[in-house]
């Protein structure tokens, strides 16, 4: 009675554990997807940068500025990075051109972009507030004593590069997919030593009866 006890014990310790676990990944994958929306937010307006500017000169500096959307890391890099490009030839232009720059279309395409970048500054703190706090719990005791085994990978920070570029890598958990193969395979052997069970009693019970026939 008292292992059993104490099988529960463990049993409902590693399940508060895993979904304390769980929560702070699932967070950290929230703040992620938040910065891809915002992303694609700044990508959308330097489009439309580009094609108010495309008409006044220099155009062919703005032309190549064509991302495959996707919801990939890579893309949401590669994104910021022609992003930053384009608003920066826009800006070029703008001063070349005061008509431009006086484009009220522009005017607030810029006030968007500007709450656009604190809107991401803010995120990536967020984000990278989460990893700190799904990182050091990963590294603590209990966790780290199950978490790689469960598919629990260590998260990378949203940092900028030396040239100013965002950098934004992925994070992706498998421990799903893990605990349910153990799962799966704790059941495949619990039911194994069940039907061997069932089959020694059965086999036990035959032999009384035989012993009981004899007699």
């Not at 099988?7 to 409902?12: A, N, S, T, V």
């Not at 022609?82 to 070029?92: A, D, F, K, L, P």
Request: hydrophobic share 40%; aromatic share 10%.
């Amino acid at each position: 009675m008292l292992i059993i006890f104490i099988l529960i014990l463990i049993l409902g310790w590693l399940f508060f554990s895993y979904n304390k676990l769980r929560g702070l990944a699932e967070n950290v994958k929230q703040k992620q997807s938040n910065i891809y929306v915002t992303i694609k937010k700044r990508h959308d307006i330097a489009q439309r940068l580009s094609d108010i500017a495309s008409s006044y000169g220099d155009h062919e500096k703005l032309t190549h500025f064509n991302i495959t959307e996707s919801d990939g890391v890579a893309s949401a890099n590669a994104a910021a990075f022609e992003t930053s490009r384009v608003i920066g030839n826009v800006q070029m232009l703008a001063n070349r051109f005061p008509d431009l720059k006086a484009n009220s279309t522009y005017q607030q395409l810029m006030v968007q972009l500007d709450e656009i970048e604190n809107t991401i500054l803010k995120r990536r703190e967020a984000y990278n507030a989460a990893v700190q706090i799904y990182n050091s719990t990963r590294g603590s005791i209990p966790h780290l004593f199950y978490a790689s085994k469960f598919g629990f990978v260590e998260a990378t920070y949203f940092e900028v590069d030396e040239n100013g570029i965002e950098q934004l890598a992925s994070f992706k958990t498998d421990d799903g997919k893990i605990l349910r193969d153990t799962m799966g395979r704790m059941a495949s052997v619990a039911a194994e030593n069940v039907k061997k069970i069932k089959g020694k009693t059965e086999h036990n019970t035959e032999e009384t009866n035989q012993q009981n026939t004899n007699q």
